[in-house]
């Protein structure tokens, strides 16, 4: 896809689908809703999803405990600044938590306490 630039915008390139360009096109027609609408829409949702994957990033390697070590707290703070900035809720937040330590944790028996914990810690990080 190539766009042209107008006034002092950049041109923009890169893939697109002409199928997703046409169904977003009907849409528009249909709803009488702008492009705009849907394609902001669209990227605030790409941007939440990308900043709630770093939400792996805060777990100790070996324990998966949530933001224990000194530098998985501040990944944590930044992580949930980001999630904030991005429209994120706690929830959203959590269920990524709650994805990752079922991934890691496979002792039997384990995962239902081990998840609370890492919960109760985010929460006092998020703020709430």
């Given at each position: 896809?190539i766009?042209k630039?107008?006034?002092?915008?950049?041109a923009v390139?890169?893939?697109y689908?002409p199928?997703?360009a046409?169904r977003?096109?009907?849409?528009?027609?249909k709803t009488?809703?702008s492009q705009?609408?849907?394609?902001r829409?669209?990227?605030?949702?790409f941007l939440?999803k990308?900043?709630?994957?770093?939400?792996s990033g805060?777990?100790?390697?070996?324990d998966?405990?949530?933001?224990?070590h000194?530098?998985?707290t501040?990944?944590?703070?930044?992580a949930?600044?980001?999630a904030?900035a991005?429209g994120?809720?706690?929830?959203?937040f959590?269920?990524?938590?709650?994805?990752y330590?079922?991934?890691?944790v496979t002792a039997p028996g384990?995962l239902?306490?081990?998840?609370?914990?890492q919960?109760?810690?985010a929460?006092?990080l998020?703020?709430?």
């Amino acid at each position: 896809m190539i766009s042209k630039a107008k006034g002092n915008q950049t041109a923009v390139t890169g893939y697109y689908d002409p199928d997703a360009a046409q169904r977003l096109k009907a849409l528009t027609e249909k709803t009488r809703v702008s492009q705009a609408v849907y394609l902001r829409d669209a990227l605030d949702d790409f941007l939440k999803k990308n900043t709630l994957r770093m939400v792996s990033g805060c777990f100790g390697m070996m324990d998966a405990n949530f933001a224990i070590h000194p530098a998985d707290t501040d990944r944590a703070k930044v992580a949930i600044k980001a999630a904030k900035a991005a429209g994120a809720t706690f929830e959203d937040f959590e269920q990524e938590m709650v994805w990752y330590c079922y991934k890691q944790v496979t002792a039997p028996g384990m995962l239902q306490g081990h998840i609370a914990k890492q919960v109760a810690r985010a929460k006092k990080l998020w703020g709430k």
